[in-house]
T-cell receptor
């Protein structure tokens, strides 16, 4: 069974569109994250949720809105997509603070 | 704010040899955690090894070990008997202890190529 899953794995869309990426973990973890990895492979945290509560919100445009319907899911909705949003987006989860994070397979978003 | 520096963007090693990847960090915290993650060409991020700052003993996982120097704020990864499957990008990560959600700061990564 996949521990952290993301859908879709690939997403190609045009500028100005709105899209969502879904993430689910079956590890029973309390904390989930979204990371962005750019073309240079730099990995930056975007958001984290603990028991459905937003804990970390880095400097991310408000076009990005995370939603956690329950602690096993953390979805990322992006409005008015821009070329600079093209990247690989990773979802991750962890048991608690200080514990390692388990990553999903990533979603490669390409904005044309 | 914490920073994590990996000074070697790229490295290569011959199969079966040993290689060390460097990582330094800057923090005013006394309790924290350090990690090495591996990202092979498949893109999947995989945890390699974890170190608690309060532990003086260096963590080891099979062929992977760390040299943790708390005073120097250094956390290097040694890979022994390198294998072709070790070819990947390696990220060093720092996590503060006293946070609700364990925010991690990642270094910029080191691309390691293992040559046959």
């Amino acid at each position: 069974d996949t521990a952290v899953s993301q859908t879709p794995k690939y997403l190609v869309t045009q500028m100005g569109n709105d899209k969502s990426i879904k993430c689910e973990q079956n590890l029973g973890h309390d904390t989930m994250y979204w990371y962005k990895q750019d073309s240079k492979k730099f990995l930056k945290i975007m958001f984290s949720y603990n028991n459905k509560e937003l804990i970390i919100n880095e400097t991310v445009p408000n076009r990005f809105s995370p939603k956690s319907p329950d602690k096993a899911h953390l979805n990322l909705h992006i409005n008015s997509l821009e070329l600079g949003d093209s990247a690989v987006y990773f979802c991750a989860s962890s048991q608690a603070q200080g514990y390692e994070q388990y990553f999903g397979p990533g979603t490669r978003l390409t904005v044309t | 704010a914490q920073t994590v520096t990996q000074s070697q963007p790229e490295m290569s090693v011959q199969e079966a040899e040993t290689v060390t990847l460097s990582c330094t960090y800057d923090t005013s915290e006394s309790n924290y955690y350090l990690f090495w993650y591996k990202q092979p060409p498949s893109r999947q991020m995989i945890l390699v090894i974890r170190q608690e700052a309060y532990k003086q003993q260096n963590a080891t996982e099979n062929r992977f070990s760390v040299n943790f120097q708390k005073a120097a704020k250094s956390f290097s990864l040694k890979i022994s008997d390198s294998q072709l499957g070790d070819t990947a990008m390696y990220f060093c990560a720092f996590m503060k202890q006293r946070t609700n959600a364990g925010k991690s700061t990642f270094g910029d990564g080191t691309t390691l190529t293992v040559k046959p």
